[in-house]
């Protein structure tokens, strides 16, 4: 009975997080708790009630659980590998698509240092640096872990339709002048939600296009997308231009003046488009510039989602240097510290 309070206190704090913002990266976190007690205790009353159709369910999910722990790295690595070919076969060989080639590499080291820890080959002060590598892979792992369920879990808000302003978030142009799949699906998505809005509720909202003009490009993001929606059947008066951001951050800043100069109500309603590997970081953005627009996601080619969802995960680990260093730090410290005390003052 304890383990199902505690289960069911653990869902309700989740619960609580991901309703109230759905751009948190605790949420991430917070759900893997959930799901990991819920798990354990479902498990539990299955192979205590003796029945046997649970007890067979709950041996199913623990072993493809070790399965896939034990399989997990050997198949990431294979599908890095692969995800490279493709995207260098596809895009040609650029430095961004270098990122998923590096994880394999990255995949392929950690591995090498679990072999050799688990072997007892290194000896000596080699074992301290063996160990700390192992802390520091782990904390990456578990780190990409949360940074993924997060993710993943800020995809699933589905928004009212009530919305004053969808913010379409720009992306490179094709030949400096023409949007690309990848930024037409998020016009696209924005587009979907503009009319079934409009359907619904007899009221469309704006959409904001926001995006600069880069040094190869012929005209701004903004403008490219501009004419992107009128093609396909969007009033001129239901869209407003931003022309001045470089970045994710600046998109958010930027939309949100022009959102604030445009309304007349002293409330709004915001949402934001972007493709779905993006949807996270551009919402923690938003929290930070203290603008409450909830993201919409648009569908990206499988072949670029890796490497794209690799590019936001060290976006994302990035924004949050300062505890990364102070928490990995602290470990790493600790884990030297014990190590120095196991070999030099506990007498076996």
Known sequence: M?????????????????????RRLINGFLFLVAASALAATAGFYAIRSGNKFFGYVAYAILFLFVFLVAMSSILLIAASFWNFYVLVKREGFRPRNL?????????????????????NIVTGNATLLISLANIFILYLELSAMIFLMASLLSTWYRPRYNKDYIIVLGA???????????LGNRIDAAIRFYN????????????????????DEKLSEALAMQVYALSKGIPPEDTLLEEESTDTRENMKFSKEVIEKDTKKEKYKALYSTNNFHVLRAGIYARKQDFAAYGISAKTAFYYWPNATIREFVGTFVLYK????????????????????EKYFVIM
């Open 2 to 22: 304890i383990a199902l309070i505690v289960t069911l206190i653990l869902i309700g704090i989740f619960l609580l997080f991901y309703l109230r913002d759905p």
């Open 99 to 119: 990122l998923v080639l590096l994880f394999g590499l990255f995949l392929v080291g950690a591995n090498i240092v679990s072999y050799l820890d688990k072997q």
């Open 172 to 182: 490179g142009l094709i030949n400096g002048e023409k949007v690309s799949k990848l």
């Open 196 to 215: 079934k809005q409009k359907k619904k509720k007899k009221r469309a909202p704006k959409l904001v296009f926001s995006g600069g003009q880069g040094a």
């Open 322 to 341: 300062k505890w990364h260093i102070i928490t990995l730090g602290g470990l790493l410290i600790l884990n030297t510290f014990a190590w120095i005390i």
